[in-house]
């Protein structure tokens, strides 16, 4: 097995926690340092993978398997793949950025803060790494609790409505996903992912019990939906991502919308695939309306994290688009590289996604830690005092809305490029979306806040450009949102290798 | 002449019932008390009925009867030092108004 | 051949100067515009080279040279991407750097450099033309559509920030649009237009599985194509050529403000007046009919398709519906833009109807023309101290010499004065080719159609161009700004007279064969061998020159001769009269777009809100628990306390009645009880549903969360504190058990 | 089987019943001196560990094998399991009342006699194969249970809840005692074993199939009194709100694992025959329980009656287990670990509602503000608990309910499933009610909470084992499994 880094990566924010516990609560600043320098070390590990990870050898790497309960052929089986290696640098990346961020801004009970902050950390790279259903489910559920702790002690106003909303809308979609699991393991014999997605359609294909099996994977489905969010689940996400502090709502945005649509992708469609084909068509409609939908509430939304909140919704219906174009092809022979390139797409969008919206709320942090108010008819003429801040935000705007040149396109060009050929009415009415979102970013964000006039007497002197911190948090995202604009393949390829062997096996 | 089993049944029965009225419709705890002896002493004479009429080579019949008196008495003499501790602080035996934990 | 290996580095210098002027050298104006026009100038240098070369390479149409690397992976094949040079790119390398670098010259000065009152983000505004020169000189070298539609964007992103240049600028006149909601009108509908052509591309991509130009125009790809048929919903079965041509067609409307996507160019005058001439004449709006020129084999695959009609008709229409418009503006830019869109049209039909180097040719001579004229009347502007209305200038032959006189030079090629203008041998040939074909095909046939409309367009230009003149520069000055108007320093009047030199002698280089007797059309020869030539028809070159000179005339008759006097009001008021309103308000199509398509976006955003928050998801659980409540509160009512006594009385007793062989008869409180039990309950049901259906509006996913809790309320209230009660719930659970067990 | 034999087998009861005698007596010696009195509590721990050190040994010398004696009971790893659980449940409660008891009774000897009777009550009930034996435990433990709810004799609440939990259980087992009468008089013998024997031949089915089934039901009602499941489980809230709360804390779990041991016993080896109609009824039974009891415990104000409807709740996802007893026995397997887990979970949140009691005497919920200012290893532990309770990964809970659901879903019963897995979400609902309160309000006054060493002590096992379990089940599940293998059909 030789050095052991997924675990590594996996249990350093634990030990991490450990630390931090015992530290003295009175000693913030200690806390706070310690935590960030603590945190570059899973990124620098992170990096390492992404280097070390072989692209022409493609599949599971760095795999280890440890028996962990084996009375119930439990094992502890993690690995990571052309898929999850970006997104758990993504997790290192963002993380290390909030602790970073939050140095700054976070004052009250500080030495908590950084406590749930690490376990949610865990959960996330465990959910990414793990190739056990129930690993997957411990570091899933993991990842929940102290969310609920962040959107609830350090929140806005609504907080605990939020809190326990967001808590029991993921708990419905996880506990469902539990019997689905319970199931796979019946017909399976084991918990092991990798086996399931060989042996579970042999063992029970889809036509011969559809109703078991449909009732599976729809539990499957609305587990991770609801966590992605597509159109019917998403109403706890505008109140949870108002509600969070700035980096709660990065990490919220950033990485745990991806928990659900890297289920999708890990889970959903290699195990189920007959079943998912077959439904592809509702998973296009709900993904297409999340497009559009988000796309026009965002229109018609007056708070500026509320505002990015919908965008989330109508950014990941693109990723949905795609995973469902792929399933969809998987019934139509001959429509491989279209498919491929639909899922391709599919996992940049998650990446960029992560990179765009984590970017976005930062700068609404950054807005909101002086201006202490979210009211977009608030500002006015910002882009005269605040230049920095109007480049950093126009960048991101522009690059969330899709501009060629900026990592957004990429995503949404190659999933367009994909359904476009295999679901061509869904693709269409999707690009409606492409101006919708054109027209909020623009029209909402930069005309009301940045131009305009600078209305003096509520403003005066108390709004100020970007302090240094606050840079050195947003210019890795821009230096990435550039960088896979200009030259995607540094990406693309890990993804794309990835993609095509998942599609071949089914 | 032999009294057939079936008629046990229906006396013991018919004491049970009584006994859960007793124990269901009385106002004073004492009154529910008897009630409960009324219940218990049916099973008795279900008991040794069945004992007398299934089973007679084996005692298990006469045994459990014992066994249930004995308890029977146990439990009753709990039972009276709770209402007497009801009675001291409340100085009422009315099951009706002892409805402070509720809800 | 070494010369084009370099043709990456052209779009590479404006966008390395750029970036150095965004980084570093913001503070230092002085550095920042001589880094971009630095940046423009080495363009230029290299185009013309790669130009001249191109032009001395024997038949160099043939073989365009590539130079291609592999940019990202698409399943198991790689998209390849680079630059390309053959014939259109060569003569777009000769007209687009040039004009660039006139125009970065000329702004030095219009942005006031040296003065007071310089622009406070003046190195701001070269960073981003820097970066617009890079767009557009990408777009020309690209080789293939997604690098194209990548420059394409990027030149819509620099259109958006420099109208909006001057965002703080406020107008009393609430209905006067302002540079910022200038700007986002001008994105958005691009981003119309770019929607479309995306989906095009797409549907391109998709069949084809490849973009770049050489695989598309390969002649199996183009066959495959014209014989691929698919039906659209509406439309029916087409050729899968056309459909895509068309598509790709909407995105040259949305970017070359053709109509009906032409709102923004009028609007888009809101930015200062370098950015109107390089933006919205030179270049940017000519890109769209590149894009054209460029996929023309596409538009030509399926013979007489409709995709022919629908780009003809379109060109045509608004060359006549922009000129009509201009006749009646006041302000001296508009009047330009609307010669723009119609300028624009005239080449859009010309490539409608076939006519691809004469398309060609009218593309390059308008650019440089088109931009002499921007460029004069913001001299114009800033002599007069920022006055745009023409109404008040007039006299400024005598202040402003040089202006004038280039001005003139411009406004004649642009109307197509006989022989020494460019104007008049581009507006000619495609006259000529349009009347070539009226000839063969007759008279119910596109060729006449555009041939007709464009002959009434000439007029009209030539009119309004005379108008322009005589207003502006004849008669006596009509304004305080007019009488103390001053030349413009050299920085400015420089790039005019060079513009106004090509503005004139640019035509000979297309001039037909049978006039110069021994040589050839040297620009059909070098653009479009294979076309054949258009032979030179006499009576076509006759008219236009008649048209020209009489519309100049007719200009000047009408406002020239008597010159108008200070508020005297314009005498084609009088002789249109409402006709002219309509005009003026440019046919009330920015009022109509505003109320449909603005406010039924906003609307849908405002229902689709309401939708979300108020009506269906959260209000949905909301509403359902509204009812659940009544429903629970007619439970309550019907189980409050005397009832739930009796109730539970009844039970008790009819159960103890049961077990003792019912001896014991029910009393009478009983049977009252039950009377009044079944009315309650009924009045608690109606009520529950009236409130039900008042409050339909809320949402599901509280009621879940809110019914529960209700039934959890109304459970609680068994609990009732009496030993007795819950005996008496064990002794009815086991009869309902044992009950239940015997009817099974 | 000689008599040195048998009284090794039943060494662990002995030594309870020895040492509940030897506390009354030394009780009575020092009758008023109250510095020695404060050595009763630990000296009921000596003569707990002595028999927690007598289970152990009796466990390994059993090796797996069962050695009935004289028919009255079982002496195998079932019963061990569920001594076992006594014993830690009692000590358990002997640390939480030494705080709490000091104070309010002069009486504290028999106290601890009282809680050592009802160990041996729960051991002798979880042994029992024989209908006889099976009353007399059950009423031994419930008199025990009556006499430690009316303890506080000053409280109004504790004698309210004592009578009322008196009448209601006597009612209640009366009924229990008419059905098994039923049963002696339709096979003939009081052996469960015997009664299984009757049934297996078909003949002696035929009419009296009503008869026997009533017979169940009735049986069936004093064992659900017993686990608190819903048409019994009425005197539930008021019992747990009313008693004194270490009596409490053993009120929620004692009673309930021996019900369950009892319950087990008699269907599995008494009534096999009989299984689809018992089958039925519990899963009817579970659905009702834990939806009431989740649906009701929303709706408290006071977190006694609260974790009453709670632990309601959980006897319902218990039920699920008994309900789907299919093949590769998953059920039994998810009933014994759920009981261990629940037990463990359970006492930790009443160690923390005793700390708060203890501090600040008030049982609201809304007092509960601002808890994790004032003390964090409260707060800290009542969200582990709670989070086990849920069924929530990192704690022992989420395989608790894993090996439940599989069994559900092993015999396809995916609705009972499903509705299990919905009321796991409302259960979250209230539980993390309380949460809100401590982590998200302001505290009412700031003075810390302190808790008492012991207290503190009992805090950290439970939330240990809590957490162990939930991180390395493996050995729990293999205990369960061994237990489970024994009993399976």
Same mark, same amino acid.
């Given at each position: 097995?030789g050095?052991?880094?997924?675990t590594?990566?996996?249990?350093?924010?634990?030990?991490?926690?450990i630390?931090?516990?015992?530290?003295?609560?009175?000693?913030?600043?200690?806390?706070?340092?310690?935590?960030?320098?603590?945190?570059?070390?899973?990124?620098?590990?992170?990096?390492?993978?992404?280097?070390?990870?072989?692209?022409?050898?493609g599949?599971?790497?760095?795999?280890?398997?440890?028996?962990?309960?084996?009375?119930?052929?439990?094992?502890?089986?993690?690995?990571?793949?052309?898929i999850s290696v970006?997104?758990v640098?993504?997790?290192?990346?963002?993380?290390?950025?909030?602790?970073?961020?939050?140095?700054?801004?976070?004052?009250?009970?500080?030495?908590?803060?950084?406590?749930?902050?690490?376990?949610?950390?865990m959960g996330?790279?465990g959910?990414f790494?793990?190739?056990?259903?129930?690993?997957?489910?411990?570091?899933?559920?993991i990842?929940?609790?102290?969310?609920?702790f962040?959107?609830?002690?350090?929140?806005?106003?609504?907080?605990?409505?939020?809190?326990?909303?967001?808590f029991?809308y993921?708990l419905?979609?996880?506990?469902a996903?539990?019997?689905?699991?319970l199931?796979v393991?019946?017909?399976?014999?084991?918990?092991?992912?990798?086996?399931?997605?060989?042996?579970?359609?042999l063992?029970?294909?889809?036509?011969?019990n559809?109703?078991p099996?449909?009732?599976a994977?729809?539990?499957?489905?609305?587990?991770?939906?609801?966590?992605?969010?597509s159109?019917?689940?998403?109403?706890?996400?505008?109140?949870?991502?108002?509600?969070?502090?700035?980096?709660?709502s990065?990490?919220?945005?950033?990485?745990?919308?991806?928990?659900g649509?890297?289920g999708?992708v890990?889970?959903?469609?290699?195990i189920?695939?007959?079943?998912?084909?077959?439904?592809?068509?509702?998973?296009g409609?709900?993904?297409?309306?999340?497009?559009?939908?988000?796309?026009?509430?965002c229109?018609?939304?007056?708070?500026?994290?509320?505002l990015?909140?919908?965008?989330?919704v109508?950014?990941?219906?693109?990723?949905m688009?795609?995973?469902?174009?792929?399933?969809?092809?998987?019934?139509?022979?001959?429509?491989?590289t279209?498919?491929?390139?639909a899922l391709?797409?599919?996992?940049?969008?998650?990446?960029?996604?992560?990179?765009?919206?984590?970017?976005?709320?930062?700068l609404?942090?950054?807005?909101?830690?002086?201006?202490?108010?979210?009211?977009?008819?608030?500002?006015?003429?910002?882009a005269?005092?605040?230049?920095?801040?109007?480049?950093?935000?126009?960048?991101?705007g522009f690059a969330?809305l899709?501009?060629?040149?900026l990592?957004?396109?990429?995503?949404?060009?190659?999933?367009?490029?994909?359904?476009?050929?295999i679901?061509p009415?869904?693709?269409?009415?999707?690009?409606?979306g492409?101006?919708?979102?054109?027209?909020y970013?623009?029209w909402?964000i930069?005309?009301y806040?940045?131009l305009?006039?600078f209305?003096?007497?509520r403003?005066?002197?108390?709004?100020?450009d970007?302090?240094?911190?606050?840079?050195?948090?947003?210019w890795?995202?821009?230096?990435?949102?550039?960088?896979?604009?200009?030259?995607p393949?540094?990406?693309?390829?890990?993804?794309?290798d990835?993609?095509?062997?998942?599609l071949?096996?089914? | 002449?032999?009294?057939?089993?079936a008629?046990?049944?229906?006396?013991?029965?018919?004491?049970?019932?009584?006994?859960?009225?007793?124990?269901?419709?009385?106002?004073?705890?004492i009154?529910i008390?008897?009630?409960?002896?009324l219940?218990?002493?049916?099973?008795?004479?279900?008991?040794v009925?069945?004992?007398?009429?299934?089973?007679?080579?084996?005692?298990?019949?006469?045994?459990?009867?014992?066994?249930v008196m004995?308890?029977?008495?146990?439990?009753?003499?709990?039972?009276?030092?709770?209402?007497?501790?009801?009675?001291?602080?409340?100085?009422?035996?009315?099951?009706?108004e002892?409805?402070?934990?509720?809800? | 051949?070494?010369?084009?290996n370099?043709?990456?580095l052209?779009?590479?210098?404006p966008?390395?100067?750029?970036?150095?002027?965004?980084?570093?050298?913001n503070?230092n104006?002085k550095?920042?515009h001589?880094?971009?026009?630095?940046?423009?100038?080495?363009?230029w240098?290299?185009?013309?080279?790669?130009?001249?070369?191109a032009v001395f390479?024997?038949?160099?149409?043939?073989?365009?040279?590539?130079?291609?690397?592999?940019?990202?992976?698409?399943? =198991?094949t790689?998209?390849?991407?680079?630059v390309m040079?053959?014939?259109l790119?060569?003569?777009?390398?000769?007209?687009v750097?040039?004009?660039?670098?006139?125009?970065?010259?000329?702004?030095?000065?219009?942005m006031g450099y040296?003065?007071?009152?310089?622009?406070?983000?003046?190195?701001?505004f070269?960073?981003?033309?820097?970066?617009f020169?890079?767009?557009?000189?990408?777009?020309?070298?690209?080789?293939n559509?997604?690098?194209?539609?990548?420059?394409?964007?990027?030149m819509?992103?620099?259109?958006?920030?420099?109208?909006?240049?001057w965002?703080?600028?406020?107008?009393p006149?609430?209905?006067?649009?302002?540079?910022?909601?200038?700007?986002l009108?001008?994105?958005?509908?691009?981003?119309?237009?770019?929607?479309?052509?995306?989906?095009?591309m797409?549907?391109?991509?998709?069949?084809?599985?490849?973009?770049?130009?050489?695989?598309?125009?390969?002649?199996e790809?183009?066959?495959m194509?014209?014989?691929?048929?698919v039906?659209?919903?509406?439309?029916?079965?087409?050729?899968?050529?056309?459909?895509?041509?068309?598509?790709?067609?909407?995105?040259?409307?949305?970017?070359?403000?053709?109509?009906?996507?032409?709102?923004?160019?009028p609007?888009a005058?809101?930015?200062?007046?370098?950015v109107?001439?390089?933006?919205?004449?030179?270049?940017?709006v000519?890109?769209?009919?590149?894009?054209v020129?460029?996929?023309?084999?596409?538009f030509?695959?399926?013979?007489?398709?409709?995709?022919?009609?629908?780009?003809?008709?379109?060109?045509?229409?608004?060359?006549?519906?922009?000129?009509?418009?201009?006749v009646?503006?006041?302000?001296?830019?508009?009047?330009?833009?609307?010669?723009?869109?119609?300028?624009?049209?005239?080449?859009?039909?010309?490539?409608?109807?076939g006519?691809?180097?004469?398309?060609?040719f009218?593309l390059?001579t308008?650019?440089?023309?088109?931009?002499?004229?921007?460029?004069?009347?913001?001299?114009?502007?800033?002599g007069?101290?920022?006055?745009?209305?023409?109404?008040?200038?007039?006299?400024?032959?005598?202040?402003?010499p040089?202006?004038?006189?280039?001005?003139?030079?411009?406004?004649?090629?642009?109307?197509?004065?006989?022989?020494?203008?460019?104007?008049?041998?581009?507006?000619?040939?495609?006259l000529?080719?349009?009347?070539?074909?009226?000839m063969?095909e007759?008279?119910?046939?596109?060729p006449?159609?555009?041939w007709?409309?464009?002959?009434?367009?000439?007029?009209?230009?030539?009119?309004?161009?005379?108008?322009?003149?005589?207003l502006?520069?004849?008669?006596?000055?009509?304004?305080?700004?007019a009488?103390h108007?001053?030349e413009t320093?050299?920085?400015?009047?420089?790039?005019?007279?060079?513009?106004?030199f090509f503005?004139?002698?640019?035509?000979?280089?297309?001039?037909?064969?049978?006039?110069?007797?021994?040589?050839? =059309?040297?620009?059909?020869?070098?653009?479009?061998?294979?076309?054949a030539?258009t032979?030179?028809?006499?009576?076509?070159?006759?008219l236009?020159?008649?048209l020209?000179v009489?519309?100049?005339f007719?200009g000047?008759?009408?406002?020239?001769?008597?010159?108008?006097?200070?508020?005297?009001p314009?005498?084609?008021v009088k002789?249109?009269?409402?006709?002219?309103?309509?005009?003026? =308000?440019?046919?009330?199509?920015?009022?109509?777009?505003?109320?449909?398509?603005?406010?039924?976006?906003?609307g849908?955003?405002?229902l689709f809100?309401?939708?979300?928050?108020?009506?269906v998801?959260?209000?949905?659980?909301?509403?359902?628990?509204?009812?659940?409540?009544?429903?629970?509160s007619?439970?309550?009512?019907?189980?409050d306390?005397p009832?739930?006594?009796?109730?539970?009385?009844?039970?008790?007793?009819?159960?103890?009645?049961?077990?003792v062989?019912?001896?014991?008869?029910?009393?009478?409180?009983?049977?009252?009880?039950?009377?009044n039990?079944?009315?309650?309950?009924?009045?608690?049901l109606?009520?529950?549903?009236?409130?039900?259906?008042?409050?339909?509006?809320?949402?599901?996913? =509280?009621?879940?969360?809110?019914?529960t809790e209700?039934?959890?309320?109304?459970?609680?209230?068994?609990?009732?504190g009496?030993?007795?009660?819950?005996?008496?719930?064990?002794?009815?659970a086991?009869?309902l058990?044992?009950?239940?067990?015997?009817?099974? | #089987?000689?008599?040195?034999?048998?009284?090794a087998?039943?060494?662990?009861? *002995?030594v309870?019943?020895?040492?509940?005698l030897?506390?009354l007596?030394?009780? #009575?010696?020092?009758?008023?001196?109250?510095?020695?009195?404060?050595?009763?509590?630990?000296?009921?721990?000596?003569g707990?560990?002595?028999?927690?050190?007598?289970?152990?040994?009796?466990?390994r010398?059993?090796?797996?094998?069962?050695?009935a004696?004289?028919?009255?009971l079982?002496?195998?790893?079932?019963a061990?399991?569920?001594?076992?659980?006594?014993? *830690?449940?009692?000590?358990?409660?002997v640390?939480f009342?030494?705080?709490?008891?000091?104070g309010?009774?002069?009486?504290?000897?028999?106290?601890?006699?009282?809680?050592?009777?009802?160990?041996?009550?729960?051991?002798?009930?979880?042994?029992?194969?024989?209908?006889v034996?099976?009353?007399i435990?059950?009423?031994?433990?419930s008199?025990?249970s009556?006499?430690?709810?009316?303890? *506080?004799?000053?409280?109004?609440?504790?004698?309210?809840?004592?009578i009322?939990?008196?009448?209601?259980?006597?009612i209640?087992?009366?009924?229990?005692?008419?059905? #098994?009468?039923?049963?002696?008089?339709?096979?003939?013998t009081t052996?469960?074993?015997?009664?299984?024997?009757?049934?297996?031949?078909?003949?002696?089915?035929?009419?009296?199939?009503?008869?026997?089934?009533?017979?169940?039901?009735?049986?069936?009602?004093?064992l659900?009194?017993?686990?608190?499941?819903?048409?019994?489980?009425?005197w539930?809230?008021d019992?747990?709100?009313?008693?004194?709360?270490?009596?409490?804390?053993?009120?929620?779990?004692?009673?309930?694992a021996?019900?369950?041991a009892?319950?087990?016993?008699?269907?599995i080896?008494?009534?096999?025959?009989?299984?689809?109609d018992?089958?039925?009824?519990?899963?009817?039974?579970?659905?009702?329980?834990?939806? *009431?009891?989740?649906v009701?415990?929303?709706?408290q104000?006071?977190?006694?009656?609260?974790?009453?409807?709670s632990?309601?709740a959980?006897?319902?996802?218990?039920?699920?287990?008994?309900?789907?007893l299919?093949?590769?026995?998953?059920?039994?397997?998810?009933?014994?670990?759920?009981?261990?887990?629940y037990l463990?979970?359970?006492?930790?949140?009443?160690?923390?509602?005793?700390?708060?009691?203890?501090a600040?005497?008030?049982?609201?919920?809304?007092?509960?503000?601002?808890?994790?200012?004032?003390?964090?290893?409260?707060?800290a532990?009542?969200?582990?608990?709670?989070l086990?309770?849920?069924?929530?990964?990192?704690?022992?809970g989420?395989f608790?309910?894993?090996l439940?659901?599989?069994?559900?879903?092993?015999?396809?019963?995916?609705?009972?499933?499903?509705?299990g897995?919905l009321?796991?979400?409302?259960?979250?609902?209230?539980?993390?009610?309380?949460?809100?309160?401590?982590?998200f309000?302001?505290?009412?006054?700031a003075?810390?909470?302190?808790?008492?060493?012991?207290?503190?002590?009992?805090?950290?096992?439970?939330?240990?084992?809590?957490?162990?379990?939930?991180?390395?089940?493996?050995?729990f599940?293999?205990?369960?499994?061994?237990?489970?293998?024994?009993?399976a059909?």
């Amino acid at each position: 097995m030789g050095f052991p880094l997924l675990t590594v990566i996996l249990f350093f924010p634990l030990l991490g926690a450990i630390v931090v516990w015992l530290i003295p609560k009175e000693k913030e600043q200690l806390i706070r340092w310690f935590s960030i320098v603590l945190s570059f070390i899973p990124l620098a590990l992170s990096i390492y993978l992404w280097i070390a990870y072989t692209r022409s050898a493609g599949g599971m790497q760095f795999e280890e398997i440890y028996n962990w309960i084996p009375v119930l052929k439990i094992r502890y089986h993690v690995g990571v793949d052309g898929i999850s290696v970006p997104l758990v640098f993504l997790t290192s990346l963002l993380s290390t950025l909030s602790h970073f961020y939050s140095a700054y801004t976070i004052k009250k009970q500080v030495k908590e803060y950084y406590l749930f902050f690490l376990l949610l950390q865990m959960g996330m790279y465990g959910v990414f790494m793990s190739l056990d259903f129930v690993l997957f489910y411990v570091f899933w559920e993991i990842g929940l609790v102290p969310m609920y702790f962040l959107i609830g002690i350090w929140g806005g106003a609504r907080r605990e409505y939020a809190a326990i909303k967001f808590f029991l809308y993921t708990l419905i979609g996880s506990v469902a996903m539990l019997l689905a699991i319970l199931y796979v393991y019946f017909n399976v014999g084991s918990f092991d992912i990798l086996e399931a997605t060989e042996k579970f359609h042999l063992i029970r294909p889809f036509a011969a019990n559809i109703v078991p099996v449909s009732l599976a994977f729809w539990a499957f489905f609305v587990g991770f939906a609801i966590k992605v969010p597509s159109f019917p689940f998403h109403t706890w996400l505008p109140d949870a991502h108002t509600e969070a502090p700035t980096a709660g709502s990065v990490i919220l945005a950033g990485i745990l919308l991806k928990l659900g649509a890297y289920g999708m992708v890990r889970i959903a469609l290699p195990i189920f695939s007959e079943a998912f084909s077959y439904y592809a068509w509702v998973v296009g409609i709900l993904a297409v309306i999340s497009i559009v939908y988000g796309a026009f509430v965002c229109m018609a939304q007056w708070d500026l994290k509320r505002l990015i909140a919908y965008s989330s919704v109508s950014h990941m219906g693109y990723v949905m688009l795609g995973i469902a174009a792929a399933a969809f092809a998987l019934r139509m022979p001959g429509k491989e590289t279209s498919a491929a390139i639909a899922l391709n797409g599919a996992v940049l969008q998650m990446f960029n996604h992560g990179i765009i919206t984590g970017g976005l709320f930062f700068l609404v942090g950054i807005i909101y830690e002086q201006a202490h108010t979210r009211e977009l008819k608030a500002f006015g003429g910002l882009a005269s005092k605040l230049p920095t801040y109007y480049g950093i935000f126009a960048v991101t705007g522009f690059a969330s809305l899709g501009l060629p040149g900026l990592a957004g396109f990429w995503a949404e060009f190659m999933v367009f490029r994909g359904a476009f050929d295999i679901i061509p009415i869904y693709a269409v009415i999707g690009a409606v979306g492409i101006v919708v979102t054109a027209g909020y970013i623009l029209w909402k964000i930069i005309q009301y806040m940045f131009l305009g006039t600078f209305n003096e007497e509520r403003w005066g002197g108390k709004l100020v450009d970007m302090a240094t911190f606050e840079k050195v948090t947003m210019w890795p995202l821009v230096l990435f949102m550039f960088a896979i604009g200009v030259y995607p393949a540094f990406i693309v390829n890990l993804l794309n290798d990835a993609t095509t062997a998942l599609l071949a096996k089914l | 002449m032999v009294i057939p089993l079936a008629w046990y049944l229906i006396v013991a029965a018919a004491l049970f019932c009584i006994g859960l009225y007793g124990a269901l419709a009385r106002r004073n705890a004492i009154g529910i008390l008897m009630g409960i002896e009324l219940m218990l002493n049916a099973v008795n004479i279900n008991l040794v009925a069945f004992w007398r009429y299934v089973r007679p080579q084996m005692l298990t019949g006469q045994l459990f009867a014992i066994f249930v008196m004995t308890v029977a008495a146990a439990e009753v003499a709990v039972g009276l030092a709770l209402v007497i501790a009801i009675y001291r602080s409340r100085d009422t035996v009315n099951v009706e108004e002892i409805d402070l934990l509720r809800g | 051949m070494f010369m084009f290996n370099l043709l990456w580095l052209i779009p590479l210098f404006p966008f390395t100067a750029f970036v150095l002027i965004v980084l570093g050298a913001n503070p230092n104006k002085k550095l920042s515009h001589s880094l971009a026009i630095g940046g423009i100038g080495l363009s230029w240098i290299l185009g013309w080279l790669t130009f001249f070369t191109a032009v001395f390479t024997p038949h160099f149409g043939e073989h365009p040279v590539r130079l291609t690397f592999d940019w990202f992976p698409t399943g =198991n094949t790689w998209f390849e991407t680079g630059v390309m040079i053959d014939p259109l790119t060569a003569i777009m390398l000769f007209m687009v750097p040039f004009v660039c670098l006139m125009i970065f010259i000329y702004s030095v000065g219009y942005m006031g450099y040296g003065t007071e009152h310089v622009d406070p983000r003046y190195s701001r505004f070269f960073a981003y033309i820097s970066l617009f020169a890079t767009g557009m000189l990408g777009l020309i070298l690209a080789d293939n559509l997604l690098l194209l539609f990548i420059f394409w964007e990027i030149m819509g992103l620099c259109s958006y920030l420099l109208i909006g240049f001057w965002f703080e600028k406020k107008y009393p006149d609430p209905r006067q649009i302002t540079p910022k909601q200038a700007g986002l009108k001008a994105f958005i509908t691009t981003r119309i237009g770019d929607v479309i052509m995306l989906l095009g591309m797409l549907f391109l991509y998709s069949r084809v599985g490849n973009l770049t130009f050489e695989h598309i125009f390969s002649h199996e790809t183009l066959h495959m194509l014209a014989e691929a048929q698919v039906t659209l919903p509406l439309v029916g079965t087409l050729p899968v050529a056309t459909v895509i041509a068309i598509l790709i067609f909407g995105g040259a409307v949305g970017k070359s403000a053709q109509f009906p996507l032409h709102v923004w160019l009028p609007d888009a005058m809101e930015g200062p007046t370098p950015v109107s001439a390089l933006i919205h004449a030179a270049t940017m709006v000519s890109a769209g009919v590149y894009l054209v020129a460029r996929m023309f084999p596409l538009f030509a695959a399926v013979e007489h398709g409709p995709q022919v009609g629908v780009v003809a008709f379109i060109g045509a229409f608004t060359a006549l519906f922009a000129s009509t418009i201009a006749v009646a503006q006041n302000d001296i830019k508009k009047v330009l833009a609307y010669s723009t869109i119609s300028q624009l049209g005239y080449m859009i039909a010309a490539l409608g109807i076939g006519a691809y180097v004469a398309g060609a040719f009218h593309l390059i001579t308008h650019s440089f023309f088109k931009a002499l004229l921007f460029l004069g009347s913001g001299s114009v502007i800033i002599g007069c101290h920022h006055e745009q209305d023409m109404m008040h200038m007039g006299g400024l032959r005598q202040k402003m010499p040089i202006t004038f006189w280039t001005f003139v030079a411009g406004a004649f090629a642009l109307s197509g004065f006989p022989l020494i203008t460019a104007g008049f041998w581009s507006k000619d040939e495609i006259l000529a080719h349009a009347w070539e074909g009226f000839m063969h095909e007759g008279v119910v046939s596109w060729p006449f159609y555009v041939w007709l409309l464009l002959t009434i367009a000439a007029f009209l230009t030539a009119f309004y161009t005379g108008r322009q003149i005589s207003l502006t520069f004849l008669g006596q000055p009509r304004s305080h700004h007019a009488e103390h108007a001053h030349e413009t320093p050299h920085s400015m009047t420089v790039p005019l007279m060079l513009l106004a030199f090509f503005a004139l002698t640019l035509g000979f280089a297309g001039i037909p064969e049978e006039i110069i007797g021994h040589g050839r =059309n040297w620009f059909h020869h070098f653009v479009g061998h294979e076309f054949a030539a258009t032979p030179l028809s006499v009576p076509v070159m006759l008219l236009s020159a008649v048209l020209a000179v009489s519309g100049l005339f007719f200009g000047w008759l009408v406002y020239g001769r008597k010159p108008l006097a200070k508020g005297q009001p314009d005498p084609l008021v009088k002789a249109l009269g409402p006709v002219h309103t309509v005009l003026k =308000n440019k046919y009330y199509f920015d009022e109509l777009y505003q109320a449909t398509v603005v406010r039924g976006a906003i609307g849908l955003a405002e229902l689709f809100f309401k939708f979300d928050n108020r009506w269906v998801i959260d209000p949905l659980v909301n509403a359902v628990g509204r009812g659940g409540a009544a429903l629970a509160s007619g439970l309550y009512r019907f189980f409050d306390l005397p009832v739930i006594d009796g109730a539970v009385n009844l039970a008790g007793k009819v159960g103890v009645a049961l077990s003792v062989a019912l001896f014991h008869f029910v009393d009478m409180p009983i049977i009252d009880s039950a009377v009044n039990l079944v009315g309650r309950t009924g009045a608690a049901l109606s009520a529950a549903w009236d409130w039900i259906d008042l409050h339909i509006v809320d949402g599901l996913v =509280n009621f879940s969360g809110w019914f529960t809790e209700r039934v959890g309320r109304a459970f609680r209230l068994i609990q009732t504190g009496r030993v007795q009660n819950y005996a008496l719930v064990v002794v009815a659970a086991l009869i309902l058990l044992v009950a239940v067990y015997l009817l099974r | #089987m000689t008599l040195a034999k048998t009284l090794a087998l039943l060494s662990p009861e *002995l030594v309870l019943l020895a040492g509940g005698l030897g506390i009354l007596l030394l009780d #009575m010696i020092w009758k008023d001196d109250e510095g020695k009195k404060d050595w009763l509590p630990y000296l009921t721990l000596v003569g707990l560990g002595g028999a927690l050190a007598a289970v152990i040994v009796v466990w390994r010398g059993l090796g797996g094998g069962v050695s009935a004696l004289a028919t009255m009971l079982d002496v195998d790893a079932l019963a061990m399991f569920i001594c076992l659980m006594a014993v *830690l449940v009692a000590a358990l409660v002997v640390v939480f009342s030494v705080e709490f008891v000091r104070g309010k009774t002069p009486y504290r000897g028999e106290f601890y006699a009282f809680l050592l009777f009802a160990a041996l009550g729960i051991a002798l009930m979880a042994a029992a194969t024989n209908l006889v034996l099976i009353y007399i435990s059950v009423e031994l433990l419930s008199v025990t249970s009556y006499v430690l709810t009316g303890y *506080l004799r000053g409280d109004a609440k504790s004698n309210e809840a004592a009578i009322k939990y008196f009448l209601y259980g006597a009612i209640v087992s009366a009924a229990m005692l008419y059905g #098994m009468s039923l049963f002696y008089g339709i096979t003939g013998t009081t052996d469960l074993r015997g009664i299984a024997e009757f049934f297996s031949d078909p003949a002696s089915m035929s009419e009296l199939h009503w008869v026997v089934f009533a017979a169940m039901v009735l049986l069936f009602a004093g064992l659900g009194f017993k686990i608190a499941a819903v048409p019994f489980h009425q005197w539930a809230p008021d019992a747990y709100e009313g008693a004194p709360t270490p009596v409490t804390a053993f009120l929620s779990v004692g009673p309930k694992a021996a019900g369950f041991a009892v319950l087990l016993r008699v269907l599995i080896i008494g009534l096999p025959q009989f299984e689809a109609d018992w089958t039925a009824l519990l899963a009817a039974i579970s659905i009702v329980t834990m939806t *009431l009891g989740n649906v009701v415990a929303i709706v408290q104000k006071n977190i006694k009656r609260m974790i009453a409807y709670s632990s309601i709740a959980q006897a319902g996802y218990i039920l699920i287990g008994l309900a789907c007893l299919g093949a590769d026995n998953y059920g039994l397997q998810g009933v014994l670990l759920y009981l261990l887990v629940y037990l463990f979970a359970n006492l930790g949140l009443f160690a923390v509602v005793i700390a708060f009691s203890n501090a600040t005497g008030s049982d609201e919920i809304e007092d509960y503000a601002g808890l994790m200012r004032r003390s964090p290893w409260l707060a800290a532990g009542m969200v582990v608990f709670f989070l086990s309770l849920v069924g929530i990964p990192p704690t022992a809970g989420f395989f608790g309910k894993v090996l439940i659901f599989a069994s559900a879903i092993r015999t396809q019963s995916y609705l009972l499933a499903a509705i299990g897995v919905l009321n796991g979400v409302i259960s979250l609902y209230y539980y993390f009610n309380v949460v809100r309160q401590g982590f998200f309000l302001p505290p009412k006054e700031a003075a810390p909470i302190p808790a008492a060493p012991e207290l503190r002590v009992a805090l950290l096992v439970c939330m240990a084992v809590v957490l162990g379990i939930g991180v390395f089940p493996q050995p729990f599940i293999q205990l369960a499994q061994g237990v489970a293998r024994l009993l399976a059909i």
